[in-house]
C-alpha cells in the first residue's frame, strides 16, 4: 500500500515538476523554487493518492492469497470475506482520518501557499527577475545585463549597466564582477557591488566630452521593484478550511454564487473521504480471478475505476458551483450509483457461488488474448506445426 502510495505521488509530482520547471525558467528564478512548489502540491496529490495506494494494497494482497490457493484454504476453514475484511478496514479508518485533515485543513493552507509562491515569481522581485545573458530593465531608469552567474547567484561575473540619473546624464557602467548585498536601513535598495570596472559619464547635453573613471570598487545603489502585497487566503473555495466551508455556505449573508462554490467544495471534499469505506469492498472484488487463472484483468479495472469517479466528481463540483444543479445531487448522486455497483460486485464475490464481479470482461479479455498470441505468433512456429510429409509421399513425388 505504502509502495503504491509513493509510486502514483511520484507520477502525478512528475507531470507536475516538468511544467514547473519551465515556469520558474521563464521567469527567472531559483530551482529551489521549483522544489518548494512541489511540496506545497504533496496534500493535493496525496488526497488522491492515499485512496488509490489504500484499493492497490488490499487488491494485491488478496489477489497473491487466491492465486495461491491460501485464500480457498481460508474460506474452508471458515473465514469469510467479512472477517478477512477487519484488519483493512483498520487500516482503511486510520487512513480516513488522515485524509480528512488534508483535504479540510492542510490543503486549503498548501494550496495558498503554493499562489502565493506563484506570485512571487510573477511579480519580479529582483532574485528571480535578473535573467542571465538578458537586458533587465529595473525601475525605468536602469538596464543591467550580467553574462554569468556563479555559487547560484552571489558572483556575477561580466556586468553592464545603463543609468539615468535625476539631472538626465547617462551612465554607461562596466566591471569585472560583482554581487548583490542587502542593506539595513533600507529595505527597498540593495547595493551592487561591482569590481574593477569603468564608468562612462555622457553628458552630450552640456556639449562636453563623457567622463571616464575607473574603479576598484564601486557601490551602485539599485531600487527594488515595488511589489503589490499578496491577496488574502480565501481568493477560491478550495483555499477555505472546514469551519469557513460552513460558515459561508450557509450564510444568508454571503451572495448566492458564493454560497453554491462553498456548498459544492464541502461536498466534493465529503464524498471523496466516505468514499474511502468503499475501496475495501472493490478490492476484494476484483482481487480474486477466475479459477485456474492468474489474469490481472481486476488491477487494470479498478485504476480505471477509481480515477473515472474522480473527474466526474470534480465535473460535478464545477456544474454545482456554477449553480446548475444541486450540490447534494451533483456530487452525492454518482457516489450513491458507484457505491452500488461496488456492493454488487462485493456481493457476487461474496455470496455466489463460483461467482465473478467482471467475469464477462475476464471471458472477453481471455479470448481477445488468445486472438492476438495466435496471430502474432513467430512465423517459424506456424511452419512447424504444418503437416509433413510421410515416407512414402516423399518417396512417391521422387
Do not use: C
Not at 62 to 70: D, P, Q, W, Y
Not at 109 to 138: C, D, H, N, P
Not at 361 to 379: G, M, N, S, V
Request: no cysteine; net charge neutral; aromatic share 10%.
Amino acid at each position: 500500500m505504502l509502495g503504491v502510495f509513493a509510486l502514483a505521488a511520484s507520477l502525478l509530482l512528475l507531470d507536475k515538476m516538468l511544467r514547473l520547471f519551465d515556469f520558474v525558467a521563464v521567469e527567472g528564478g531559483p530551482i529551489g523554487v521549483v522544489f518548494k512548489m512541489l511540496g506545497a502540491l504533496i496534500p493535493e496529490y496525496a488526497s488522491l493518492a492515499i485512496p488509490l495506494g489504500l484499493l492497490l494494497g488490499i487488491l494485491l494482497a488478496f489477489r497473491k492469497l487466491a492465486t495461491s490457493s491460501e485464500l480457498d484454504v481460508m474460506r474452508a476453514v471458515g473465514l469469510g470475506y467479512n472477517r478477512l475484511l477487519r484488519v483493512p478496514y483498520m487500516i482503511t479508518f486510520v487512513l480516513m482520518a488522515v485524509n480528512i485533515a488534508l483535504v479540510f485543513f492542510i490543503q486549503p493552507l498548501s494550496r495558498y501557499y503554493y499562489e502565493q509562491m506563484e506570485y512571487e515569481l510573477r511579480s519580479g522581485a529582483l532574485g528571480a527577475s535578473i535573467k542571465v545573458g538578458e537586458f533587465t530593465t529595473l525601475a525605468d531608469r536602469m538596464a543591467l545585463r550580467i553574462e554569468e552567474s556563479e555559487d547560484d547567484g552571489r558572483r556575477l561575473v561580466g556586468i553592464f549597466a545603463r543609468v539615468a540619473n535625476t539631472k538626465g546624464q547617462v551612465l554607461s557602467i562596466s566591471a569585472r564582477e560583482g554581487a548583490f548585498l542587502a542593506t539595513s536601513d533600507d529595505p527597498d535598495t540593495i547595493i551592487l557591488r561591482l569590481t574593477d570596472g569603468t564608468i562612462v559619464q555622457d553628458t552630450s547635453g552640456e556639449n562636453t566630452t563623457p567622463r571616464v573613471l575607473s574603479f576598484t570598487r564601486h557601490d551602485l545603489p539599485i531600487d527594488l521593484p515595488t511589489i503589490e502585497e499578496f491577496r488574502a487566503r480565501g481568493d477560491a473555495e478550495r483555499e477555505y478550511i472546514l469551519p469557513e466551508l460552513l460558515r459561508i455556505g450557509w450564510s444568508d449573508d454571503q451572495p448566492e454564487a458564493k454560497r453554491d462554490a462553498s456548498q459544492a467544495s464541502f461536498n466534493f471534499r465529503a464524498v471523496e473521504v466516505v468514499m474511502m469505506l468503499m475501496m475495501p469492498l472493490l478490492a476484494v472484488a476484483l482481487a480474486i480471478p477466475p479459477k485456474r487463472s492468474t489474469s490481472a484483468l481486476g488491477v487494470f479495472v479498478s485504476i480505471i475505476m477509481v480515477v473515472s469517479y474522480h473527474k466526474v466528481n470534480q465535473y460535478g463540483e464545477d456544474v454545482a458551483a456554477l449553480g446548475r444543479v444541486d450540490p447534494i445531487l451533483a456530487l452525492w448522486g454518482p457516489f450513491v450509483i458507484f457505491a452500488g455497483l461496488i456492493l454488487w460486485m462485493y456481493y457476487r464475490v461474496a455470496y455466489v457461488p463460483g461467482g465473478q464481479a467482471i467475469g464477462a470482461l475476464e471471458t472477453a479479455f481471455d479470448k481477445l488474448f488468445k486472438r492476438l498470441r495466435k496471430l502474432f505468433k513467430p512465423k517459424r512456429q506456424r511452419i512447424a506445426q504444418l503437416p509433413q510429409k510421410t515416407e512414402l509421399e516423399a518417396a512417391t513425388a521422387e
